[in-house]
T-cell receptor
Framework: QKEVEQDPGPLSVPEGAIVSLNCTYS??????FMWYRQYSRKGPELLMY????GNKEDGRFTAQVDKSSKYISLFIRDSQPSDSATYLC????????????FGKGTRLHILP | GAGVSQTPSNKVTEKGKYVELRCDPI?????LYWYRQSLGQGPEFLIY????????DSGLPNDRFFAVRPEGSVSTLKIQRTERGDSAVYLC????????????FGPGTRLTVL
């Protein structure tokens, strides 16, 4: 079993829909949880960064972490065609001095 | 990313050749990371530098891979006797990023081994 599991998709939704992306993980030492967005032939771009359990909201994006279930989610409201990209969940045990473990990424297509 | 440049952006080489990939943080950052991203996969950790020294090189797949950061700024990832399986995008990341929280990635070098 990989440390981080993420459905690779692709996921296609109509413009304006709410998108739900999620990952599960197995290492209970993970404390820092991130979502990166990656456009084709670009480096990953940090979207959301959360410490421990709970919710965090930033504009149209909401990140949720449930450490008891080892499950994290990213919700995108009012999805736009420009949101079409690959979304990578990622996590680490420490904020500094630690490697980040990534999921495979979910390819998302927002249909106009 | 604006905080990290990587050169070359693309590199095509033949099996068995030696390659060097460069990461240049625009402003001084103590921590620097290398990751490798194969097609359809998430990035995988290779090595992490704290200053000039490699603090964690547990992700290097074998002894054909080596990285240096002699002056604590620019880093070079070196791959000897390249194999077709080395084809991937090699990403460099720095900490802290502009938001001061977690790793900030460069655009990557796409390596193709024929």
């Amino acid at each position: 079993q990989k440390e981080v599991e993420q459905d690779p998709g692709p996921l296609s939704v109509p413009e304006g829909a709410i998108v739900s992306l999620n990952c599960t993980y197995s290492n209970s030492a993970f404390q820092y949880f991130m979502w990166y967005r990656q456009y084709s032939r670009k480096g990953p771009e940090l979207l959301m960064y959360t410490y421990s359990s709970g919710n965090k909201e930033d504009g149209r994006f909401t990140a949720q972490v449930d450490k008891s279930s080892k499950y994290i989610s990213l919700f995108i409201r009012d999805s736009q065609p420009s949101d079409s990209a690959t979304y990578l969940c990622a996590m680490s045990a420490r904020r500094k001095d630690d490697k980040i473990i990534f999921g495979k990424g979910t390819r998302l297509h927002i249909l106009p | 990313g604006a905080g990290v440049s990587q050169t070359p952006s693309n590199k095509v080489t033949e099996k068995g050749k030696y390659v060097e990939l460069r990461c240049d943080p625009i402003s001084g950052h103590t921590a620097l990371y290398w990751y490798r991203q194969s097609l359809g996969q998430g990035p995988e950790f290779l090595i992490y530098f704290q200053g000039t020294g490699a603090a964690d090189d547990s992700g290097l797949p074998n002894d054909r891979f080596f990285a240096v950061r002699p002056e604590g700024s620019v880093s070079t990832l070196k791959i000897q006797r390249t194999e077709r399986g080395d084809s991937a995008v090699y990403l460099c990341a720095i900490l802290p990023g502009p938001r001061g929280d977690t790793q900030y990635f460069g655009p990557g070098t796409r390596l193709t081994v024929l």
